[in-house]
């Protein structure tokens, strides 16, 4: 019933900047969380940013403090805006949606909906 798709990656130089964005089609009241999830070769899946339903919550992961914003301008739109990137940012990037929690989830298994991800390179 929830569509996404991740768009916005690409190559980019250390110290450059990406914006990544997931639309969602379908029914989505049921996206009150959207998560940004990284996978790099032979690495686990690992939260990168979360945003609650309102967008005033968020989490980080701690490399990428300071340097991410995740953002939402509406149900159907999230941003992550990536700067200052470093070679080991360097994954594919999937954005998730989460029905109403307590807490923004850190874990994919709480994710019900998966874009298709999206490739980020960072090169030194």
């Known amino acids: 019933q929830v569509q996404l798709v991740e768009s916005g990656g690409g190559l980019v130089q250390a110290g450059g900047s990406l914006r990544l964005s997931c639309a969602a089609s379908?029914?989505?009241?049921?996206?009150?969380?959207v998560g940004w999830f990284r996978q790099a070769p032979g690495k686990e899946r690992e939260v990168v940013a979360g945003?609650?339903?309102?967008?005033?919550?968020t989490v980080y992961e701690d490399t990428v403090k300071g340097r991410f914003t995740i953002s939402r301008d509406n149900a159907n739109l999230t941003y992550l805006q990536m700067n200052r990137l470093k070679p080991e940012d360097t994954a594919v990037y999937y954005c998730?949606?989460?029905?109403?929690?307590?807490?923004?989830?850190?874990?994919?298994?709480?994710?019900?909906?998966w874009g298709q991800g999206t490739q980020v390179t960072v090169s030194s």
């Open positions: 998730a949606t989460s029905g109403p929690r307590l807490a923004i989830p850190l874990t994919s298994n709480e994710y019900g909906y």
């Open positions: 379908g029914r989505t009241f049921s996206n009150y969380i």
């Open positions: 945003i609650g339903w309102l967008g005033g919550r």
